[in-house]
């Protein structure tokens, strides 16, 4: 099958559309993180950079780590921008441009985000790390695709049935991070649970500044939830996409969340930015080694 022109949308000089890359500037390691800004914290730890370019807020910069050659992508916030960085990303690896079909040998990416992210656990403290082995998507991107064989669908059904969820409200739909990039990474020293993919910062993270919330008892609802062992340890707003698109696309995914607060108790982290830059040398240090 032949791409339209309105389908796969190419820039005048042979680039993707929203991302503004060239298929020889993607590396097969990708780190995804939310702000522009952060793409310098991750990159400044590199050995050589070979370019770098920005449209929007997606910021792209392609470089070498201890010999690993690594793309850093900033993708905003929310599951929206997810359908469209996750999209172009596997359109330059799969899909030749000149001929616009797929490619026959496609490639796997390791995609590895980088984020922060608020506990829900009072034993999960700020300035703690968290690896995400399943996220619980509570926005409706998944749902756009044909996606039922990736969903642990017994999950879904226990949080809907635990939260009396409201039905007007979409679906939540929950996706396993990759074990082999799970398993890289996973030590002692960081904690490991499902992170709540939200469509907002406020009222769907249970927030009420001058709006009241549909449910006031979310968050409690969220911290109490069980199923078979296991519980919603933190929330997010851009982890579930990613675990879903990458699944769906067959790529290897996985969310490390620097924790910046704790719902639970209260307390926000004094400083953030030195937790997040600890969990980008940790994370360089695992990524080097895949």
């Known amino acids: 099958m032949t791409l339209a022109p309105s389908e796969l949308i190419l820039n005048e000089d042979g680039s993707i559309y929203h991302l503004h890359l060239l298929p020889h500037q993607l590396a097969d390691t990708v780190i995804t993180v939310g702000d522009p800004d952060r793409v310098e914290q991750v990159t400044k730890h590199f050995?050589?950079?070979?370019?770098?370019?920005?449209?929007?807020?997606?910021?792209?910069?392609?470089?070498?780590?201890?010999?690993?050659?690594?793309?850093?992508?900033?993708?905003?916030?929310?599951?929206?921008?997810?359908?469209?960085?996750?999209?172009?990303?596997?359109?330059?690896?799969?899909?030749?441009?000149?001929?616009?079909?797929?490619?026959?040998?496609?490639?796997?990416?390791?995609?590895?985000?980088?984020?922060?992210?608020?506990?829900?656990?009072?034993?999960?403290?700020?300035?703690?790390?968290?690896?995400?082995?399943?996220?619980?998507?509570?926005?409706?991107?998944?749902?756009?695709?044909?996606?039922?064989?990736?969903?642990?669908?017994?999950?879904?059904?226990?949080?809907?049935?635990?939260?009396?969820?409201?039905?007007?409200?979409?679906?939540?739909?929950?996706?396993?991070?990759?074990?082999?990039?799970?398993?890289?990474?996973?030590?002692?020293?960081?904690?490991?649970?499902?992170?709540?993919?939200?469509?907002g910062f406020y009222g769907p993270q249970g927030r009420q500044l001058r709006l009241k919330t549909e449910d006031a008892q979310l968050n409690d609802k969220l911290e109490n939830f069980d199923f078979k062992g296991t519980r919603i340890t933190n929330l997010e707003m851009e982890t579930s996409g990613i675990y879903g698109l990458c699944k769906l696309l067959g790529h290897r995914a996985l969310s490390i969340n620097a924790i910046l607060a704790n719902r639970a108790t209260g307390v926000f982290s004094k400083d953030p930015a030195a937790t997040v830059n600890h969990m980008i040398t940790t994370a360089l240090a695992r990524i080097a080694s895949l």
């Open 47 to 199: 050995d050589s950079i070979e370019f770098s370019v920005q449209k929007r807020e997606f910021k792209t910069t392609t470089g070498v780590y201890q010999g690993k050659r690594i793309t850093v992508i900033s993708t905003g916030i929310g599951t929206d921008n997810i359908d469209i960085v996750l999209n172009e990303l596997d359109a330059l690896a799969n899909i030749d441009f000149k001929t616009r079909t797929l490619k026959k040998d496609l490639k796997k990416l390791n995609i590895i985000r980088l984020g922060t992210s608020g506990s829900i656990q009072k034993d999960i403290p700020v300035d703690r790390i968290l690896l995400t082995e399943r996220a619980l998507g509570f926005d409706a991107l998944l749902h756009f695709y044909q996606s039922d064989a990736i969903r642990d669908k017994a999950f879904e059904q226990a949080f809907v049935n635990h939260t009396s969820w409201n039905t007007e409200k979409s679906t939540p739909y929950c996706v396993s991070a990759s074990k082999t990039l799970f398993n890289h990474f996973d030590s002692e020293e960081f904690f490991s649970g499902v992170t709540a993919t939200n469509i």
